[in-house]
């Protein structure tokens, strides 16, 4: 995945690919020539269980997995 910061509105915009006319969704800035980051598509996500386990809340837990 590749990444541009707009100069002008200064957020991120995201694309599978490098190449190409490249608009900035937030302000419709042409982001074409600007440098190309590369960001990793991997992230660590702690399980649900793991996350709500650890906390002393005598709430109930409510998985989205079930």
Request: proline content about 6%; hydrophobic content about 30%.
């Given at each position: 995945?590749?990444?541009?910061?707009?100069?002008?509105?200064?957020?991120?915009?995201?694309?599978?690919?490098?190449?190409?006319?490249?608009?900035?969704?937030?302000?419709?800035?042409?982001?074409?020539?600007?440098?190309?980051?590369?960001?990793?598509?991997?992230?660590?996500?702690?399980?649900?269980?793991?996350?709500?386990?650890?906390?002393?809340s005598d709430q109930p837990v409510i998985s989205l997995y079930a």
């Amino acid at each position: 995945m590749f990444k541009k910061v707009c100069p002008r509105c200064a957020k991120s915009s995201y694309s599978s690919y490098s190449g190409g006319e490249w608009i900035c969704p937030s302000c419709s800035n042409d982001l074409t020539f600007q440098r190309v980051l590369k960001v990793s598509g991997q992230r660590k996500i702690a399980p649900v269980k793991e996350k709500y386990a650890q906390s002393d809340s005598d709430q109930p837990v409510i998985s989205l997995y079930a």
